[in-house]
């Protein structure tokens, strides 16, 4: 089985009044990447949107209103890319993310 460059369990889109908005709907996660496939595995209670993006910041995959999914891209350049997670403002969700170069 490949080695888990993630692999987190977490709560998103609790409220609180510290921050912008008032709720923390978004986490973002860096992956340490090389040349090859990406995946990236989310199972939630809720409809959770996710988008991955390459060392440059640019969106490579986003897909909206995941429960339970498997996504796929292919890196090009070694380096580190980010996994953002991110529910609706007042929306909550209790999430599994796993990441695994293949």
């Known amino acids: 089985m490949p080695k888990d460059i993630l692999n ?7 409220f609180d009044p ?3 908005g008032a709720y923390r709907n978004v986490k973002t996660f860096p992956l ?4 090859g496939k990406l995946f990236v595995s989310v199972m939630s209670d809720k409809p959770v949107d996710i988008a991955i993006s390459d060392g440059g910041g640019i969106c490579i995959k986003f897909k ?6 498997t996504l796929s891209v292919e890196i090009t350049k070694k380096g580190t890319a980010a996994l953002i997670a991110g529910v609706f403002r007042g929306d909550k ?3 599994r993310i796993r990441a695994w170069m293949g």
Do not use: C, K, Q
């Open 32 to 35: 340490p990447v090389r040349p």
């Open 64 to 69: 909206d209103s995941i429960l339970n999914d």
């Open 18 to 20: 510290s921050v912008d």
């Open 8 to 14: 987190e369990t977490l709560s998103i889109g609790e």
């Open 93 to 95: 969700a209790e999430l």
